[in-house]
Each structure stands twice: as structure tokens, then as C-alpha cells.
């Protein structure tokens, strides 16, 4: 089926909710359709959910490119987003340690197989985002009104 993505803005994150059997070719479609589309605010935190993936179809070269395309879109921003992986499963939970281990070199990555931890865990960086965009902002700013008035 897929990956479906709803931006939760006032927690701080997005939920991708994964849904059915994915391949590697959808896993990878979903996530650049996201970022490229306006979906993806950089630096917005991600909760991703596995409780209804059926995940015989993806493979390690898959979540590799995935980790590819997000690392560059990460650093193309200069940003280091969390990432709370929800994998209440076996076979998903090794797949998501897998992707894990590759990710925390551009994201704070964890696995949980209970969901309000990881929700729990991504909340604490929410003021963090929140600060980040606020301090964005003002900067722009800045820059902006140093032409005006120099």
C-alpha cells in the first residue's frame, strides 16, 4: 500500500504511517514525494509508524537508499532532525534497528515497541524545533533589515 504522511505541527513532528506490504521502490517514492512536494518542514521531527506494515518486501538496499536521500536532505539544510520509530513487531523492529544504525550518523534515530514512549521521547525535542524556527525567523530577519537600515 504505502506511506502515508500527516504533519502533527503543533507536537513538532510528521507521522508517517506505513500501511500494508511496501517495497523498497514505494518506501523510497513515498519519503522524496513528502520531501519534494512542500510536504517536509526541515528540521520537523518524525514519528514513524510500523504497527500495520507487512514488511516482506523491504530489504537492506532499500533502507539504505532511504537513509541516502534522507542523510542528503538533511545535510542540504544543515539540520538534525529525531526520528521515534514505532515497531511493536519482530521482523520490523530488526528492520528499523537496521535503518538505525546507518541513520544516527545525520539523525537522532531510536526504536521503541511501545508508542507512547516514542511519542513520549519525541516531545521533549519539541521546544527545541520550536526555538529553531522562532530563531530562524528572527535572523532572516535580521539579515533583511541590515540592507534596509545600513
Do not use: H
Not at 19 to 44: A, C, H, Q
Amino acid at each position: 500500500m504505502g506511506v502515508e504522511f500527516t504533519i502533527i505541527q503543533e507536537k513538532g513532528y510528521y507521522l508517517s504511517k506505513f500501511i500494508g506490504k511496501v517495497t523498497d521502490k514505494e518506501l523510497l517514492e513515498s519519503y522524496k514525494n513528502f520531501f519534494m512536494d512542500g510536504g517536509w518542514i526541515p528540521g520537523l521531527n518524525e514519528l514513524a509508524d510500523l504497527s500495520d506494515l507487512d514488511s516482506t518486501e523491504l530489504t537492506s538496499q532499500g533502507l539504505e537508499k532511504l537513509s541516502d536521500f534522507i542523510e542528503n536532505k538533511c545535510k542540504s539544510f544543515n539540520v538534525r532532525p529525531k526520528s521515534a520509530v514505532f515497531a511493536p513487531r519482530d521482523l520490523e523492529f530488526g528492520l528499523a534497528r537496521m535503518y538505525e544504525a546507518r541513520a544516527n550518523i545525520f539523525e537522532d534515530n531510536r526504536v521503541f515497541r511501545d508508542k507512547q514512549e516514542a511519542i513520549n521521547w519525541l516531545s521533549k525535542y519539541y521546544l527545541v524545533f520550536f526555538l529553531s524556527i522562532v530563531l530562524s525567523i528572527f535572523f532572516n530577519f535580521l539579515s533583511l533589515t541590515q540592507g534596509i537600515f545600513s
